[in-house]
């Protein structure tokens, strides 16, 4: 299945893209974790990347087209994918259109993690990311064992440098400006499937099966 994940920042798409991608047997495709990594590792793409991110600004759309289409490519997307993060404005899905139809295939399915500001502003206040496996915590809703310390590497948790408040509220506006339009026009396609993404991970991820299945059926 090409699946792709939409929703605001925090609205725990990355969580749910990833469990997604678990139960079917797909890889979970997500550009933020590519572009975080390509900033790490200092390559090209890492260095064009780094401002934007940092001020929770989008990475300009021609990069990001060919960092996917690369991505989706490799043998292990054969089967589908999860896209988490991805497109995230109209140019990128058009260009996502493009690119899957020069291979005569198609997005299955476009899920909308539906999250208010509210949930998401308390949401990343207290997320917590391991620097070393990228393990993604919640201080209140799914703390470490010990205080701050990775379960898996023992390495101090930290807060992603653009889940500060101000950048946070940029990339809400940003999702606002450049990303409701993608939903709209999913909607219009009639692929679209929203799913309330302010209850309990385990209540999104089988409301997000759900929607799966039945999206087989037809
Ligand atoms: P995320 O982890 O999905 O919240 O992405 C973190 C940051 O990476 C975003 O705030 C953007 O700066 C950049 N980014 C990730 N995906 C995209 C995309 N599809 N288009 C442009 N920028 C992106």
Do not use: H
Request: aromatic share 4%; net charge negative; with cysteine.
């Amino acid at each position: 299945m090409r699946l792709v994940f939409l929703g605001p920042p925090g609205s725990g798409k990355g969580t749910q893209a990833r469990m997604v991608g678990e139960r079917l047997g797909i890889p979970q495709v997500s550009t933020g974790d590519i572009l975080r990594e390509a900033v790490m590792l200092g390559t090209d793409i890492g260095r064009k990347a780094k401002s934007y991110m940092e001020g929770g600004k989008l990475v300009p759309d021609e990069i990001m087209l060919s960092l996917v289409k690369r991505r989706i490519e490799e043998p292990d997307c054969s089967g589908g994918f999860v896209l988490d993060g991805f497109p995230r404005t109209l140019a990128q899905a058009l260009g996502l259109e493009e690119i899957l139809q020069s291979a005569a295939q198609s997005i299955d399915a476009v899920i909308l993690i539906d999250t208010s500001d509210e949930v998401v502003l308390k949401r990343l206040s207290r997320r917590r990311v391991c620097p070393q496996c990228k393990a993604l915590y919640n201080l209140e809703a799914d703390p470490p064992e010990a205080d701050q310390l990775c379960d898996r590497c023992g390495v101090e948790l930290i807060l992603r440098t653009d889940d500060s408040e101000r950048t946070v509220a940029t990339r809400l506006n940003v999702y606002r400006k450049d990303t409701l339009p993608v939903v709209e026009y999913y909607e219009s396609k009639g692929v679209l499937r929203k799913v309330d993404g302010s209850r309990e991970i385990e209540q999104v991820l089988s409301s997000i099966m759900e929607e799966i299945s039945e999206v087989r059926k037809s």
